[in-house]
């Protein structure tokens, strides 16, 4: 399994940033796919996940009612979709896939790079 997050950047709070996280090499069903984010010196952190066989999604308060995960099962995508950004949002962003089947509580075992998103005040 392979993934790669891109669509990160630098935007004014308030703004709005979408990221992408296209993951290859499954067909992902039973997969859970997340974003995680790390701030500067601070530990990463769940943001919000998603169920790619029954489309639940889940998100931390930090981020509920802000950002939206979504998929396109065509493209094999994740998309972050972030709206009404603030300076603590900075932090680069992972995405993430844990295989399911089987065990629901497999940890997310493959990780992509990473995208830096800089929130400015």
């Known amino acids: 399994v392979q993934l790669q997050a891109s669509g990160g950047g630098l935007v004014q709070a308030g703004g709005s940033l979408r990221l992408s996280c296209a993951a290859s090499?499954?067909?992902?069903?039973?997969?859970?796919m997340g974003w995680f984010r790390r701030a500067p010196g601070k530990e990463r952190e769940y943001v919000a996940s998603?169920?790619?066989?029954?489309?639940?999604?889940y998100y931390d308060n930090s981020v509920k009612g802000r950002f939206t995960i979504s998929r396109d099962s065509a493209k094999s995508t994740v998309y972050l979709q972030m709206t009404n950004l603030v300076p603590e949002d900075t932090a680069t962003y992972y995405c993430?896939?844990?295989?399911?089947?089987?065990?629901?509580?497999?940890?997310?075992?493959?990780w992509g790079q990473g995208t830096l998103v800089t929130v400015s005040s």
């Open positions: 993430a896939a844990a295989n399911r089947n089987g065990n629901i509580n497999a940890p997310y075992a493959y």
């Open positions: 998603f169920e790619w066989s029954g489309g639940r999604t």
């Open positions: 090499g499954d067909t992902f069903y039973g997969y859970y």
